[in-house]
Protein backbone atom coordinates (compact mmCIF):
# COMPACT_ATOMS: atom_id res chain seq x y z
CA UNK A 1 0.00 0.00 0.00
CA UNK A 2 2.94 2.38 1.30
CA UNK A 3 4.55 1.65 -2.78
CA UNK A 4 1.33 2.53 -4.23
CA UNK A 5 0.84 5.40 -2.51
CA UNK A 6 4.30 6.76 -3.37
CA UNK A 7 3.69 5.79 -7.45
CA UNK A 8 0.70 8.01 -7.24
CA UNK A 9 2.64 10.95 -5.53
CA UNK A 10 5.80 10.53 -7.90
CA UNK A 11 3.30 10.59 -11.30
CA UNK A 12 1.03 13.64 -9.53
CA UNK A 13 4.11 15.58 -9.75
CA UNK A 14 5.31 14.86 -13.11
CA UNK A 15 1.58 15.55 -14.45
CA UNK A 16 2.26 18.97 -12.36
CA UNK A 17 5.67 19.45 -13.90
CA UNK A 18 4.34 19.33 -16.88
CA UNK A 19 1.89 21.42 -17.25
CA UNK A 20 4.11 23.81 -15.83
CA UNK A 21 6.25 23.60 -18.37
CA UNK A 22 3.78 23.44 -21.38
CA UNK A 23 2.00 26.68 -20.20
CA UNK A 24 5.72 28.48 -20.00
CA UNK A 25 6.35 30.83 -23.11
CA UNK A 26 10.54 31.13 -23.48
CA UNK A 27 11.71 34.54 -23.17
CA UNK A 28 10.19 36.67 -25.54
CA UNK A 29 8.53 34.45 -27.66
CA UNK A 30 5.54 35.14 -25.83
CA UNK A 31 5.14 38.79 -27.44
CA UNK A 32 5.34 37.49 -31.46
CA UNK A 33 1.90 37.93 -31.47
CA UNK A 34 2.12 42.01 -30.73
CA UNK A 35 3.85 42.32 -34.10
CA UNK A 36 2.66 39.54 -36.50
CA UNK A 37 0.71 40.43 -39.68
CA UNK A 38 0.63 42.87 -42.13
CA UNK A 39 1.20 46.48 -41.66
CA UNK A 40 0.80 49.46 -43.99
CA UNK A 41 2.92 52.30 -44.15
CA UNK A 42 1.08 55.34 -42.03
CA UNK A 43 3.44 58.09 -41.32
CA UNK A 44 6.85 59.13 -43.26
CA UNK A 45 9.44 61.96 -41.65
CA UNK A 46 12.55 62.07 -43.45
CA UNK A 47 14.75 64.87 -42.29
CA UNK A 48 12.60 68.05 -41.82
CA UNK A 49 9.75 66.33 -44.00
CA UNK A 50 6.95 64.68 -42.34
CA UNK A 51 4.20 63.26 -45.03
CA UNK A 52 0.50 63.72 -44.08
CA UNK A 53 -2.15 61.02 -44.52
CA UNK A 54 -2.94 62.26 -48.06
CA UNK A 55 0.57 62.46 -49.26
CA UNK A 56 0.67 58.88 -48.35
CA UNK A 57 -2.88 57.96 -49.90
CA UNK A 58 -1.84 59.74 -53.30
CA UNK A 59 1.58 57.40 -53.50
CA UNK A 60 -1.28 54.26 -52.47
CA UNK A 61 -3.23 55.31 -55.33
CA UNK A 62 -0.22 55.93 -57.53
CA UNK A 63 0.62 52.01 -57.05
CA UNK A 64 3.78 53.03 -54.48
CA UNK A 65 2.95 51.48 -51.23
CA UNK A 66 4.98 50.56 -48.38
CA UNK A 67 4.04 47.66 -46.55
CA UNK A 68 5.44 45.43 -43.60
CA UNK A 69 4.82 41.77 -43.01
CA UNK A 70 5.76 39.97 -39.93
CA UNK A 71 5.17 36.13 -40.01
CA UNK A 72 4.37 33.78 -37.45
CA UNK A 73 7.92 31.74 -38.73
CA UNK A 74 9.75 35.03 -38.08
CA UNK A 75 10.18 35.73 -41.53
CA UNK A 76 9.76 38.89 -42.83
CA UNK A 77 8.51 41.10 -46.00
CA UNK A 78 9.33 44.65 -46.77
CA UNK A 79 7.63 46.00 -49.88
CA UNK A 80 8.56 49.53 -50.85
CA UNK A 81 7.76 51.26 -54.10
CA UNK A 82 8.31 48.05 -55.96
CA UNK A 83 11.16 46.39 -54.34
CA UNK A 84 11.06 43.56 -51.67
CA UNK A 85 13.36 42.83 -48.71
CA UNK A 86 12.92 39.43 -47.27
CA UNK A 87 14.49 38.88 -43.68
CA UNK A 88 13.76 37.46 -40.25
CA UNK A 89 12.39 39.11 -37.38
CA UNK A 90 12.38 38.56 -33.44
CA UNK A 91 10.63 40.33 -30.62
CA UNK A 92 12.57 41.39 -27.79
CA UNK A 93 10.19 42.58 -25.44
CA UNK A 94 6.49 43.23 -25.49
CA UNK A 95 7.05 46.62 -27.54
CA UNK A 96 10.32 46.04 -29.18
CA UNK A 97 11.67 43.72 -32.18
CA UNK A 98 14.50 43.40 -34.65
CA UNK A 99 14.61 43.08 -38.32
CA UNK A 100 17.83 41.69 -40.12
CA UNK A 101 17.30 42.00 -43.84
CA UNK A 102 20.08 42.37 -46.75
CA UNK A 103 22.45 41.91 -43.83
CA UNK A 104 21.25 45.15 -41.83
CA UNK A 105 19.51 44.93 -39.04
CA UNK A 106 16.60 47.51 -37.11
CA UNK A 107 15.21 47.75 -34.19
CA UNK A 108 11.17 48.31 -34.51
CA UNK A 109 9.24 49.71 -31.95
CA UNK A 110 5.04 49.23 -31.21
CA UNK A 111 3.28 52.06 -29.46
CA UNK A 112 -0.60 53.36 -29.72
CA UNK A 113 -0.81 50.27 -32.31
CA UNK A 114 1.38 51.48 -34.90
CA UNK A 115 4.92 50.26 -35.30
CA UNK A 116 8.03 52.68 -35.77
CA UNK A 117 11.58 51.96 -38.47
CA UNK A 118 14.09 54.09 -39.00
CA UNK A 119 15.98 53.65 -41.91
CA UNK A 120 18.69 56.17 -43.05
CA UNK A 121 17.37 59.18 -41.04
CA UNK A 122 13.61 58.27 -42.21
CA UNK A 123 11.02 57.11 -39.85
CA UNK A 124 8.45 55.29 -40.76
CA UNK A 125 4.94 54.28 -39.17
CA UNK A 126 2.95 51.65 -39.70
CA UNK A 127 -0.39 51.07 -38.97
CA UNK A 128 -1.99 47.25 -39.18
CA UNK A 129 -3.67 46.42 -41.77
CA UNK A 130 -7.44 44.56 -41.87
Do not use: H, R
Given at each position: MKATKKIIAVLVCAFALCFALVGCDSGAEQYKKNFQGDWELAGLTEGDTTYSESDIAMLKAWGMEVKLSLNEDETMVLEYFGETA????????????KMTAMGDSIDGKLADGMISIEVEGAEMKFKKME
Amino acid sequence: MKATKKIIAVLVCAFALCFALVGCDSGAEQYKKNFQGDWELAGLTEGDTTYSESDIAMLKAWGMEVKLSLNEDETMVLEYFGETAEGNWEPKDATTFKMTAMGDSIDGKLADGMISIEVEGAEMKFKKME
